[in-house]
């Protein structure tokens, strides 16, 4: 069955620029947003603080059915909230990173946050960005966009945005978490990251944030999606 509400998703690896590309086309569409990333670092944050090891898989399903989370705006950012908490300054810290791409491999705790994603379709559209939002949480979605860039660039604009986050991480270190985590991604058994058979696929090297956003309206545009 067709999507009654229409919806555009943005998969691609760490660094690709989805988040901020996929915030930015929302809010030029007047869609909603789903950052799903954001879902399984709050699984990895309240595993974390609760000293739920990686390899428990028992325990992290159990804690991902009942986390108590919330998503609010201020001033065009996200808050998100764990347990009424905001934890807004943990969710992208290396820690978080490393434990949410692992959580991520568990079937059972993707299962868990499968209803919580398909949710947020609501009229009048929602821009889903994620890993497996075209492949597995949203199949039927009408416009499906992979976004691709070299390890180089995506450990540099990843360096750039923690830098201005006032943490401080080597660059060199990034790259390599950022292959370890693309491995993982691409490799696990379920939902791997990959593109949808009907994607787009949009190398984003040597384009800037705005080219993107402009070649994805136009693309919406194009398809009569949107005017
Ligand atoms: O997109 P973001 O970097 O915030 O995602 C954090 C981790 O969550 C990813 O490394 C990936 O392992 C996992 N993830 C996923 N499926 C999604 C979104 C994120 O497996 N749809």
New binding site residues.
Partial sequence: MANVTPILTIDGP?GSGK?TIAARVARRLGWHLLD???L??LVAIAALDQGVRPGDEAALIRLTKTLDIEFSQEGGEVIATLDGLDVRKRMRSPET?DM??QV?TIPGVRAALKERQRAFAEPPGLVAD????GTVIFPDAETKIYLTASVEVRAQRRHKQLKEKGESVNLSRLSRDIEE?DH??MNRTV?PLRPARDAIVVDSTALSIDQVVEKIIALMKDRSITD
């Avoid at 994620?130 to 939002?133: H, I, K, L, S």
């Fill in positions: 760490v988040g799903s990333g954001a399984y670092r990173s949410a791409s991520a994620g890993r497996d939002m985590r993982r991604d939902a």
